[in-house]
């Protein structure tokens, strides 16, 4: 069993950053990979980033390319996700997940377990 706690949501001016944390209670954190998705108001919940096991490998959404960089701290059983260059239409529930690989993540969206959703708002 897995419980993630994200952390550092808010509300930021378009253009600005934000860093989101998500720290992973259990002793397995390093058996799962991370990621992270977003559902905004009244969309589907989309794939944001994902982040291998070793933290050697990344996906990401062709949407936050070059302004998104997830990472991982496996000591720490956390993972973060840096958000620059944000803009209002990322305005949405952030969710942390954790799943079998990044690829599957990416591909099809699985986790085997999610945290609850911290809220960043994109203000224009």
């Known amino acids: 069993q897995v419980q993630l706690v994200e952390s550092g949501g808010g509300l930021v001016q378009a253009g600005g950053s934000l860093r989101l944390s998500c720290a992973a209670s259990g002793r397995t954190f390093s058996s799962y990979a991370m990621g992270w998705f977003r559902r905004a108001p009244k969309k589907e919940r989309e794939f944001v980033a994902a982040i291998s096991k070793s933290g050697r490998s990344t996906y990401y959404a062709d949407s936050v390319k070059g302004r998104f960089t997830i990472s991982r701290d496996n000591a720490k059983k956390t993972v973060y996700l840096q958000m620059n260059s944000l803009k209002p239409e990322e305005t949405a529930v952030y969710f942390c997940?954790?799943?079998?690989?990044?690829?599957?993540?990416?591909?099809?969206?699985?986790?085997?377990?999610w945290g609850q959703g911290t809220q960043v708002t994109v203000s224009s």
């Open positions: 997940a954790a799943g079998p690989t990044a690829q599957e993540m990416g591909v099809i969206g699985r986790s085997d377990y």
